[in-house]
């Protein structure tokens, strides 16, 4: 809208010009008054001064400005009612007034195109009922001294009236196009929104039919657990459901595929989860129940049976979350992170599927961490397990951890961070044809401004900006903190060092314009 401004006001200029050098050539050979001639003439002269000025600062974009475009418009104003009463308040050259009102009127500053539509208006009427009354000789060209008073005055309120018409139309039609504006950017967010949730749901399906059904090792007992049937697939392992052979107890087992058995590797780093998440004590993290090692005729882990849905299966259902619920996973998570953190474990690949809403006794809920596969502990290089390799989900993966850097605590708080921001905005934060690309993205680009995909209030940009900061140390040290902020900022009340530093962040590697 602001550009279409400058080019109407531009062409505006133009077109001003262009009558100042008609009229100074046509009014000398005309007849009239005398006096409104010499009017006129300065009236003209006027027109071509501002008109001049006003196109050489619009030689380019940066050279307009709102408090320019009113002087001009002003000066338009004067020049063209020394016209009218040269030519007649009566003649049809007030008709040229509206053409000049609308394009200004449809301008950004609503204090401004007032002012000019009061201006015309006041000028308009103030001249015609100067002539009407006697106060002012009429020196028109064209004049109504043939028309009765009252005549002339119905014809004084109908000019008013087409300028007020002209003016609520003119503004009318700017609300109409700012809505059509932001419908359009809505249906363009949409789609990309649309585009971004189909690939995450194309990954989610790929999962969800390697699952189910009879497996490998369906009917067979590992330890102190029957298993069922298949759960799920991944590319080192099966998880089935299980049962405790007696008690009864429902579990769910994870073992290696038959292939890994034979790397040493592979069945040390499954040995290692399994010791990771069997150590970390707390509601928020997966229970262990039993782990069979390399003494075993299986290297096995037997969990708690969860019965509820993981965030994916939640975001598939609920689209986005509110920013209640996203403060409640914040916290519940934030409390297993914690317990790692204490431990000496980044687990390395939190995303949405890692996170699990397990249903407890009664309505009672708890966000719970899932698979320490790829952890680490923190100070091991983990080389020898992970082959150097950048390991984790492209899109919920720190930018040290997408680039081959040492990951902390931090790198975990900021998967969780690009978590949330796909809670609250329903949307990921990074998405792309390939790996590649998203690992690009992930490095060197901010995701979309969140208040512009989703109503949240600009606070929660801010804090967002801080939890997803390139540089480990810009971020929040805990996920208590982010969810402390985020809580602040939901309310309107984000502390002022928290608020400049989101800005500083943002100088750096500012949000990337909503496809």
Request: hydrophobic share 50%; net charge positive; proline share 4%.
């Amino acid at each position: 809208m602001h550009a279409q401004e400058v080019a109407r006001t531009r062409a505006f200029t133009r077109v001003s010009l262009g009558l100042a050098v008609v009229l100074s050539a046509a009014i000398p050979l005309s007849g009239g008054d005398p006096i409104a001639r010499r009017v006129v003439i300065g009236g003209v002269a006027t027109t071509f001064v501002f008109a001049t000025w006003l196109a050489i600062l619009l030689r380019n974009d940066q050279g307009y400005s709102v408090r320019r475009a009113l002087i001009f418009a002003f000066s338009c104003i004067v020049s063209g009612y020394t016209a009218i009463y040269y030519f007649g308040v009566f003649s049809p050259a007030p008709a040229v007034i509206p053409f000049g009102l609308y394009l200004f009127s449809v301008g950004q500053s609503f204090g401004g195109t007032l002012a000019i539509y009061l201006g015309c208006a006041a000028a308009q009427l103030g001249l015609s009922l100067a002539i009407v009354s006697g106060l002012l000789v009429d020196r028109g060209l064209v004049r109504a001294d043939h028309l009765g008073r009252l005549d002339r005055l119905v014809i004084v309120a109908l000019v008013e009236a087409i300028f007020f018409a002209t003016f609520v139309i003119a503004r009318s039609t700017r609300r109409t196009t700012i809505s059509a504006i932001e419908e359009h950017d809505r249906a363009v967010r949409g789609l990309a929104q649309r585009d971004a949730l189909l690939k995450e749901a194309r990954q989610d399906l790929e999962r969800a039919l390697s699952a189910g059904g009879v497996g490998r090792f369906t009917d067979q007992t590992l330890g102190s657990f029957k298993l069922g049937a298949v759960l799920g697939r991944g590319g080192m392992g099966e998880v089935y459901e299980a049962t405790h052979v007696t008690s009864r107890e429902p579990g769910a087992v994870k073992v290696l595929h038959p292939s890994a058995l034979a790397d040493p590797e592979a069945v040390r780093r499954f040995l290692r989860e399994a010791k990771l998440a069997a150590s970390l004590s707390v509601p928020n993290v997966v229970r262990v129940l039993e782990i069979g090692g390399l003494d075993s005729s299986l290297p096995y882990i037997a969990m708690e049976r969860l019965e509820g849905e993981d965030l994916a299966d939640l975001l598939r259902t609920e689209r986005r979350l509110s920013v209640a619920k996203v403060l409640t996973l914040l916290r519940q998570v934030g409390t297993g992170l914690e317990a790692a953190r204490a431990a000496g474990i980044v687990h390395r690949d939190l995303k949405p599927r890692n996170l699990f809403l397990a249903r407890q006794q009664g309505e009672r809920r708890v966000w719970k961490i899932l698979d320490f596969g790829v952890s680490k502990l923190t100070g091991d290089q983990g080389a020898t397990l992970t082959r150097e390799m950048v390991i984790g989900t492209p899109s919920y993966m720190a930018p040290e951890q997408a680039s081959g850097r040492a990951v902390t605590h931090r790198s975990d708080l900021y998967s969780l961070a690009v978590i949330g921001y796909r809670a609250l905005t329903g949307r990921p934060a990074f998405t792309g044809d390939g790996v590649p690309e998203i690992l690009y993205k992930v490095v060197h680009e901010m995701p979309s401004r969140p208040s512009q995909i989703a109503r949240l209030p600009v606070e929660v940009d801010l804090v967002l900006a801080i939890a997803l900061a390139k540089d480990p140390a810009a971020r929040f040290d805990t996920a208590a903190e982010l969810a402390d902020a985020l809580a602040a900022a939901a309310q309107g009340e984000l502390d002022p060092l928290l608020r400049a530093r989101a800005e500083a962040v943002l100088v750096k590697s500012p949000w990337s314009v909503a496809a």
